[in-house]
């Protein structure tokens, strides 16, 4: 190349995929995948890692991811080749490392591509001095690859998976049993099927599909997506999977980065993907403050949130709103111990009571002075009562409703700075996203959607 087009290659999006992604990939990390004796010549896992990466990022299909390699020069720089042609390998080579690398995470339940990642950004947090005591969160609704179709036409579409999926020889096995359904697609199938003559075809697959279970079941992976799960989020139907992606957010810091990233079926709360990811993240990073919507609370996530010394700021909350008419918990100021038990509390005016437990599990009472609050210009508002046998007056509350009550002023605090620390995350997420993988397995966007893969 000329020299200002190499300057221009290396300065562009290529370059820095090769400096601060490719070079920082680990190859030991997948040693496991490998035999330790003299066996023939493999593709570097750096380069199979990178070509799936850059793939979920462009939301390529793999024919597009194909041609790249093969063709784009910035593609060939990113992944540490500086002729084209050099490293050519078959597309199976990316199946089968997909497969082993799928493998060995059911087998041990080690994520090899999240190690990579988290390795990756670590090296980067490093690298660039970042600050990572501010992080913040957020979830993406990532759509499955399952159609809508009538019960036949599914039945019909599974059956062709299943036969694409058979070796040589059970396809002359099952030639005879597999004819019927082979001639066009399921949706042509179904076209000639008069009405009233379903049940009879549903009878006939259902025969098959049992002798197959039974004749098959030891090597047939499934054709289609079993951990997808269904939800309704603000009133509109997902199928599939919940992506969580965590990323640094202090002020001082001259890029922000994502440090993890979370996929689940998107029946999983968003509080338990907070509180899964934790440990990690705490063990990661320098993390204090955990920026996050209003899903993300719940009473395992304050215990995890108070045992690993991280204030939850939210931009929302997910409890009953407290009434208007009333001065709310969070106008209290709260002591807890290391253990979370409520200990002191301080009112609005300064008057501070010790706090005991109340006569039923989980709830507590802290007593003030009656001649004080009777003088108390919030006396009115004051959601403190009265008793009848004793100059004192009573709060009454729930250790869930003190931990509602610290949230919501430190949200209230954020607020009143005027940063919005949590927004730009949603950003990295796109809104309110919804990828749908097709069955070449490349990212199709909505018109907000998430430019990923699964």
Same mark, same amino acid.
């Given at each position: ?9 290396? +300065? ?8 601060? &992604? ?29 070509? *799936? ?13 194909? !041609?790249?390699?093969? &063709? ?10 500086? +002729? ?68 036949? @036409? ?11 999926? $058979? ?10 049993? &597999? ?89 999983? !709360? !968003? ?9 990690? $993240?705490?063990?990661?990073? !320098? ?19 108070? @045992? ?10 997910? *409890? ?53 609050? *009777? ?19 009573? $709060?009454?509350?729930? +250790? ?55």
């Amino acid at each position: 190349m000329p020299e200002k087009y190499r300057q221009r290659l290396e +300065q562009s999006w290529a370059g820095v995929f090769y400096q601060e &992604f490719f070079c920082r990939i680990d190859e030991e990390i997948f040693a496991e995948l490998y035999a330790d004796i003299p066996s023939r010549p493999n593709v570097p896992v750096n380069v199979l890692v990178g070509l *799936d990466t850059l793939k979920a990022g462009f939301g390529w299909s793999d024919e597009q991811m194909q !041609d790249a390699f093969i &063709f784009d020069v910035q593609v060939c720089y990113a992944l540490g080749m500086h +002729q084209l042609g050099e490293g050519d390998f078959d597309i199976r080579t990316v199946y089968n490392f997909r497969r082993r690398v799928t493998e060995h995470m059911h087998e041990t339940g080690e994520n090899l591509i999240e190690q990579t990642f988290e390795q990756a950004s670590d090296e980067q947090v490093q690298a660039y001095e970042l600050k990572t005591g501010k992080l913040r969160m957020d979830s993406a609704q990532i759509a499955s690859n399952i159609r809508e179709m009538t019960r036949l @036409q599914l039945l019909v579409e599974v059956l062709q998976r299943v036969q694409r999926m $058979l070796n040589a020889v059970d396809k002359i096995q099952y030639d005879q049993a &597999f004819s019927a359904y082979l001639k066009g697609s399921s949706g042509q199938y179904v076209y000639h099927v008069k009405a009233g003559e379903s049940d009879e075809y549903l009878e006939s697959i259902g025969e098959l599909m049992r002798r197959l279970v039974r004749e098959l079941a030891s090597g047939l992976q499934s054709p289609d997506d079993w951990k997808a799960a269904f939800r309704q989020k603000r009133g509109q139907d997902y199928i599939g999977y919940a992506a969580n992606a965590t990323e640094t957010h202090d002020p001082d810091n001259s890029l922000q980065l994502i440090v993890k990233v979370q996929v689940e079926p998107n029946a999983s !709360d !968003d509080a338990v993907m907070l509180e899964e990811a934790l440990p990690d $993240l705490k063990a990661r990073t !320098d993390m204090k403050e955990m920026h996050n919507d209003g899903r993300c609370n719940s009473p395992n996530v304050d215990a995890a949130m108070r @045992q690993h010394k991280v204030t939850q700021i939210q931009t929302a909350i997910r *409890d009953a709103k407290p009434s208007s008419e009333k001065l709310a918990l969070e106008e209290f100021d709260w002591e807890i111990d290391d253990e979370g038990k409520t200990q002191h509390v301080t009112c609005p005016i300064g008057q501070k009571a010790a706090v005991v437990s109340g006569k039923r599990e989980d709830r507590y009472l802290a007593y003030f002075s009656q001649p004080d609050c *009777d003088n108390c210009p919030l006396v009115t508002q004051c959601p403190i009562d009265a008793l009848k046998r004793k100059p004192q007056r009573a $709060l009454r509350f729930s +250790q869930r409703q003190v931990n509602a009550a610290r949230r919501r002023k430190h949200s209230a605090e954020a607020r009143a700075s005027g940063q919005n620390l949590r927004a730009a995350v949603e950003a990295a997420m796109r809104g309110e996203h919804n990828v749908s993988l097709n069955q070449k397995g490349s990212a199709r966007r909505s018109k907000r959607g998430l430019d990923t893969g699964k």
